[in-house]
């Protein structure tokens, strides 16, 4: 293992560097400076600091250039007990501080803030840090559920619902991040449910990014150092880790894209993640449409089931992303009885039934639900080739037939497949057929889909990494994307 390896690993870099379609980890402008550009050229905060907003002095001194922790030396690292809470709740954290010393929590909350990416809720006091014990390995899953718990939040039954992100810094001037949501207790009736997915985070999850200890579903260390690919890595993580590198899941910034844009343009949202609805925590058939934002590749039967139900009694399905519904998983216990902290997932065949847990394997191919399915790898970004542009989502997009819209196929990309069954339907269309070329060279196509169930309920797949990114990303936003979604939401809103 080479030096450049090693320190790669120690910049929290490695998986994101591997994994990531942009190569710019989940989300750029927090990799490094605290600042972006916005389309205008003009320079844009993410942190929002309501003492600086409101031009009083901030509660304390600003440290210069934060750093980002990393998973060898783990100057400060966390997790919370619950991804999800509801207003009036309490959610735990428990964290690691190396070497011992104060740190604090400061709270933000995803959204549209005046042109700002998210705005401070609230910041802990001076909390002392302890160095944690050891994480425990069992095989290839990783776990600190022994951790001590750190500080508790308890959530204001005034706070909006909605995703937010506990930022961890030491009294030295290091920072770590932990991602969890606020889901609305009272099951209020809103146009859209947001549905982040943090199962599918979890499984690309490779904590401790150290080179020796760490594990996703995707890779795992030999005894020299070296990541290794699938057929050696963990069948079972748990939630009970931080996230590796700064702290926030890859392709996190997918869902913040779409977070930012629906606030942005007031779409009325409730907010819950992949979890609550594998639990039946939420009632799909309250909303009139559920919005899948970013990378969602692992479901479980609960999970796949409550979609179907959904879209059965009209509440229409919006994928924004590609390679949806792919993995079959279960979600059990930790080994302290609280449910759904272990995530399992048998790739491999021989395991299990003696199929591998695609979800097509199993007999239901994710084209049922979807419309399309899973194609490949997009090596590099091409153009989204616009089909059928008299269709009401091309509507004043000022997208005619056979445009193409630059880098809008990345990542990974979902196409029709002639021999696969399809979902029952009154109508259905595809609105883009991108031809890009895989890594062995051969000629694909990438597809965008729309069909209406009998129910009335629309189902809506982009067919790419790159959807959610053209909504609010700097640097990758398209107006085109933008209104075509728009498009779509307002149907789906409007429609009785």
Not at 86 to 95: L, M, Q, V, Y
Not at 148 to 171: D, E, H
Request: charged share 20%; glycine share 10%.
């Amino acid at each position: 293992m080479g030096v450049g390896q090693i320190r790669r690993w120690e910049s929290g870099a490695l998986a994101h560097g591997v994994s990531d379609p942009f190569g710019q980890g989940p989300l750029p402008w927090l990799r490094g400076e605290q600042q972006y550009l916005d389309d205008a050229g003009q320079v844009v905060p993410w942190y929002v600091d309501l003492a600086v907003s409101s031009g009083k002095p901030p509660r304390k001194p600003h440290i210069s250039g934060p750093r980002t922790a990393d998973d060898v030396r783990r100057q400060i690292k966390g997790f919370a007990t619950e991804g999800a809470v509801a207003p009036g709740g309490a959610i735990d954290f428990r964290i690691t501080v190396d070497p011992p010393q104060e740190f604090t929590v400061d709270v933000y909350r995803i959204g549209h803030y005046g042109g700002d990416g998210a705005a401070q809720v609230t910041t802990s006091p001076r909390l002392s840090g302890i160095v944690q014990p050891a994480p425990l390995t069992a095989g290839r899953t990783v776990s600190c559920h022994h951790w001590w718990q750190s500080w508790r939040l308890q959530v204001p039954p005034y706070w909006k619902t909605g995703a937010y992100v506990a930022v961890l810094t030491t009294a030295d001037g290091y920072r770590s991040h932990v991602p969890f949501t606020v889901r609305d207790a009272d099951a209020r009736p809103a146009d859209l449910l947001l549905l982040l997915p943090d199962v599918t985070w979890q499984a690309y999850n490779l904590y401790p990014e150290d080179g020796h200890t760490g594990a996703s579903l995707y890779h795992a260390w030999d005894d020299e150092g070296r990541l290794l690919g699938e057929e050696e890595a963990a069948t079972t993580v748990s939630f009970d880790r931080p996230y590796a590198g700064a702290g926030l899941p890859l392709h996190i910034g997918h869902a913040y894209d779409f977070v930012r844009f629906a606030e942005r343009y007031g779409y009325d949202l409730a907010y819950a993640d992949a979890r609550d609805l594998h639990a039946g925590r939420v009632d799909p058939t309250l909303y009139r449409g559920l919005v899948f934002p970013g990378h969602d590749e692992y479901w479980s039967i609960p999970m796949r089931r409550a979609a179907e139900a959904a879209r059965e009694a009209g509440t229409s399905l919006v994928f924004l992303s590609a390679n949806t519904m792919y993995w079959q998983v279960e979600l059990t216990p930790s080994p302290s009885g609280d449910p759904d902290r272990l995530l399992t997932c048998r790739k491999r065949r021989g395991e299990g039934r003696g199929r591998s847990a695609l979800w097509r394997d199993q007999g239901e191919p994710e084209q049922l639900v979807v419309g399309v399915q899973y194609a490949g790898r997009v090596p590099q970004p091409s153009p989204l080739v616009v089909r059928n542009a008299g269709h009401w989502l091309w509507e004043a997009t000022g997208a005619a037939e056979c445009d193409e819209i630059p880098g809008l196929v990345a990542g990974e990309a979902d196409s029709y497949f002639p021999r696969t069954p399809l979902p029952e339907s009154t109508e259905r269309i595809l609105l883009a057929h991108s031809p890009y070329e895989s890594a062995d060279g051969r000629r694909c196509h990438q597809e965008t889909s729309l069909y209406r169930a009998p129910s009335g309920a629309y189902v809506f797949a982009s067919g790419t990494f790159a959807w959610s990114p053209a909504l609010d990303r700097p640097g990758h936003v398209d107006p085109r994307i933008q209104r075509a979604t728009a498009n779509l939401l307002d149907r789906i809103c409007k429609h009785d």
